[in-house]
């Protein structure tokens, strides 16, 4: 299947001309519908990627995510780098240490980093809640940025950062800034498919929009399953099933032979 994936050099050419949109996937359904939608980039798990992947979404740019503590090394972070890029990812994400970005980038691995909320770094920001919200604030999201740009990674999630801050940092870094929640003055928008389903029965986040209501669907489909699941106990215990045409038939001839050989 031909393929039109962009590049990472496509993706920076789009830097400052039209946002991207960004879906966070982890079922090949969901990266099928990604990218039959059109959507340009997924986050998703390095587990989801391989052959069966890119069969049902060759066409979006793909970021595995090294989540931060699953790794501790810069080796351990590229043999898995390494392998996600051999599976099929475009880049990986990796909000480690500038050190261990450095070595991925110095090794050609595109990474996409993050600033602002990190939710694994939160306690250092007080907690999951907005930031950049004092002039201090934000001047340490910049150096971050900085500092990202120095170590050579091409773009940085900006996670719940007042919309004019975003902005004015976008306009500023040649990062490829990726929004969640962080106003439309970065460029790409991102959001978790859970969200736009209407499937997370948790907390929905304030930047977050939600499309569908898949929960109550899911809701719908499992009264069926229990009733169908209940259906089929009562035919067991009535006799129903297994009626006449469940059963493999055998020839009277063959019965009565077989019916001989254990002395029935």
Known sequence: ????????????????????????????????????????????PPSLLGPAFR??????????????????????????????MRAGGDAVYCAASLGIIRRLRDEGIPVC??????????????????????????????????????????????????????????????????????GAGCDAQYLFADDVLGQNRGHVPRHAKTYRNFAAEFDRLQQDRIAAFREFREDVDSGAYPASSHNVGVSEVELSRFRSMIGG
Do not use: C
């Not at 400052?16 to 879906?23: A, T, V």
């Not at 359904?29 to 980039?41: F, R, V």
């Open 1 to 44: 299947m031909k393929s039109n994936r962009p590049t990472v050099a496509d993706i920076l050419a789009l830097k400052g001309k039209r946002q991207l949109s960004m879906l966070r996937v982890v079922t090949l359904e969901e990266a099928d519908a990604a990218d039959k939608a059109g959507i340009e980039m997924v986050s998703v």
């Open 55 to 84: 069969e049902a979404a060759p066409n979006v740019f793909a970021v595995p995510g090294l989540e931060y503590g699953d790794f501790v090394t810069a080796e351990e972070y590229l043999r898995a780098a390494f392998q996600a």
């Open 113 to 182: 980093s993050h600033v602002g909320l990190i939710p694994s770094k939160a306690t250092w920001t007080g907690g999951f809640r907005a930031v950049g919200k004092t002039a201090e604030s934000a001047l340490t999201i910049w150096n971050a940025v900085k500092a990202l740009e120095e170590a050579g990674a091409f773009a940085a999630e900006i996670e719940v950062v007042p919309a004019e801050i975003a902005a004015l940092i976008s306009a500023h870094t040649s990062l490829f800034m990726i929004s969640m929640g962080a």
